[in-house]
C-alpha cells in the first residue's frame, strides 16, 4: 500500500474529494496520516463512504440522491472490501467481532477436526432423513427431540444408547410425531386423558360385537378389513364373480353388498352418542384428534398396550422406545455409531489440546487491560474450545467484582459503564481485529474516526501508544480523522509525520486535504513570525498578549488593563491604535514592530469582513477565528451598551463589572426581559466569549468551531448594530 489515490463524489457530505496518499515518503517507517477536520465538514461522511466499501456496497448521496462514486486505489489497483477496516466513532457493543474467534483456531487441529465433522455430518443427515420418515417429526426437529428424551447432550452417544435398548417391533408402526405432539404433551399427562381413553376404547371394542357387525376383537379391525377388501379387490376376486359369506350368515355377498354392509356397520358406530361424546372429550384439538383416530385404527390389544405406555410414569421410557424402535436394524444409525466410536478419541484429543493451549486471544486481552487502566471489569472466553476448533464464534464475558459479589455478563448485557468504559470495550473489537490481520499477514488500510471521543487522558493517551504500536507492524496502514485538536497534536507529537498531518478544508469544489501548520506551537510558528505585516495575525496575539500580562504582571497592570479595552467596549477602545498595541508587544517580548496609528478597532472589523465574505479558507484559521470571535463580543457589546442606554435614557452608560458580556446580558434582560435579540446575543455567550482567552485549553474550543459558524454569527451580531 505504498500509495492509495482516493476520488470521492457526492459521498454522503462530501461533494468532491481528491487526495494521494504515499506512504513511502518522508519517514521510512511512517505508515500513518492523520487528519484534523472540524466537525460537520467531512469526517463521518469520508468514515461511512470506507465502511460502505468494506461490506462490498457503494457509497450514496441520501439527501439530493445524486450519483455517487468512489474510486480508491492501492497502486493503481483498485482496493479491496476486505482490505478496509473501519473503526467508526460510534459505540457499538451488541456482538463480538468474528476476529476473536479467528485468532483463536488453530488452523492444523480445525483442518482435521473439519474432516472428522464432515464425514460424521454425512452419516447424520442420513439417519435424520431416515428418523424423519418412520417417526414424521420434522427433520430440524429430530436431534433436539431425541437429545431432551435420552438427557444426552451428544446425539451420536444418544444414539449409540437407543441402539443398545431392548425392545420389541410392536411399537415401530407407532408414529412419535402424533403421539407426543408438543401440543399434546400436556393432555397426555392428565387423568382426563387416561380415563377418557379407556372408556372410548371400551365403548368403541363393545360396538363390534353388536348384532351384524363382522369385526372381532383381537382378530379383525376395520383397519385390517380394509387392507382385505383392498387386496381382494385389487387382486380381481370381484371382478371374477366370486362372492363372500360371512359368519353367521346362511348367504353370500358380492362387492356392492359387501359395500353397503360396511357402511351400515360404521354409520351404528360412527352416530353412537355414547361414542360420539367420548371421542368428543378425547379429541380436543387438531392433535389430539389425530392420535384418537390412531386409536380406532389399532388392534385392541394394541390399544390396551398403548395406554398403558401413556401412563404419565411411563412416558419418558415410552419415547425411548419408540426411538429405540425405529433405530432397530437400520443401517444408517448403526454405520452413524461405528464412525463415532473410531473417531471419538481423536476428537476428544484435538479438543483438549485446543482446551488446555494458552490461546493467542490472552495476549489481546492482556494488551487492552495493560493498556486501558482502571477498567471494572477483567475478561474471559466461555467457549473457548469450541471457538478455537472454529466450532462457534468466540462468546465473551465480562466479569465485575465487589468485594466478594460477583457477576459475569455477556457483551450485550453490560449496561453500568460510562462513555469511556464503553469506548474502551468497543476497541476490544478492533485490537482482536488487528491481532487477527497480523495473524493472517493481511494488507489492511484502517480509517480511524475520533477515536479518542469520551476518554480521560490516560486512556487517550494508551489509544496513541497502541496506534504507534500499529505503525511498527508490516502491512497495517492508518488514516487517522479527528475533530480534537489536542488529540491531532498529540499524534503530531508522538508518531505521525508532520508532513503527514492534514487539514480538511472546504473550497467551492469540494473538499481539500493540505498540510497542517503551526501543530507544535501556533503562537511563535505562525503568529508571531506575521505580527507586524499581517493584520489579523497582528489582533489574534491580542488576547495571548494580554493572558501573558496577567500571569507575569497582575491584572491591575495598566498595559493589561489597555489590553482588555481591545476585548471589550470599554471608553478608550475606539481611540486605541495599532501602535498602542505594538508599543506594548515590543515590551513584553522584546521585538522592535513599528505600527501606525489606525484605531485597532478599525482594523478588527475590517479585517472580520473580509473574512466574512472571502470564499475560501484554508489551514487552520487559527487568527481568522480569534479575530472574529473579539469582533463579535466587541459588536454585540456596543450593541448592548447602546441598547441599554435609550432604554434608561442615559447615554453616559458604561458597564463596570469585570466580567462585562455577561452583566450587559443580565442589565438588558431586566430591563426588557421579552426582547427579540436576546437569543441571538445568548449565541455570543455560548459560542465566543470565554473562548477568546489563551487559557481555554490552548484554544481548542475554538479551535474546533467551524469557521463558517463564526462568520453566520458575525453577520447576525453585525446586523443588529445596523
Known sequence: MENIKIALKNCYGIQALEHEFDFVSGAPKNKAFAIYAPNGLMKTSFTKTFERLSQGKLPEEERFNRFASADIKI???????EEIYVLKSEIDLQEETSAITDILVNPEHKSRYDAILVDLDKQKIKLINT??????VPKKDIEKSVIDD???????LCISTLLERSVTNDDVDLPYSIIFDPKTADFLKSAEFSSGAKEFNARYQELFTQEGTIYQKGIFNPARADNSFNTLDKQGFFNAGHRLQMRGDSASIDKDELATRLKKIHARIDEDET???????????????????????????KVDGLLEKLRPENQSDFRLDLWAAYLQNNTDAAGYVTLFKDTKDEI??????AAQATPRWTA??????????DMPFSLSIENQTQAALGKERAKLRFIFKDGVDTVNWSRSEVKTLSQGE???????????????????QRKTLFIIDDVADSFDYKNKHAIVQYLEDLNEKQNLYQIILTHNFDFFRTLAGSFVHRERCLMANRHPQGIKLSKAEGIKNYFTGILKQKVSTNPRALCATIPFTRNILEYTKGDNDPDYIKLTSLLHWKEDTDSITDNDYLSIYNTLFSTTHTGNEKSIKVILFEEAQAISTQEIHAGLDLEDKVLLSMAIRICAEEFLINRIRKLINDYTYWCASNNQFGNLMKELK???????????????SITVSSNIHLNSFMYEPILDLTIDHLILLYIEIKALRA
Open 131 to 136: 428418523l424423519q420418515k418412520i417417526s414424521g
Open 364 to 373: 489481546a486481552v492482556s494488551l487492552f487491560n495493560n493498556r486501558f487502566v
Open 670 to 684: 431586566r430591563i426588557t426581559p421579552n426582547a427579540d435579540e436576546i437569543a441571538i446575543l445568548e449565541k455570543v
Open 275 to 301: 361414542l360420539k361424546k367420548l371421542r368428543a372429550n378425547l379429541a380436543k384439538n387438531a392433535q389430539t384428534q389425530a392420535l384418537s383416530d390412531l386409536f380406532e385404527n389399532l388392534d385392541s390389544t
Open 422 to 440: 464503553k469506548r474502551a470495550m468497543y476497541l476490544l473489537n478492533f485490537i482482536f481485529e488487528v491481532e487477527a490481520r497480523v495473524l493472517a
Open 348 to 353: 476428544e484429543r484435538i479438543e483438549s489440546e
Open 150 to 156: 435420552v438427557g444426552t447432550h451428544d446425539f451420536a
Open 75 to 81: 497502486n493503481d489497483i483498485t482496493i479491496a472490501a
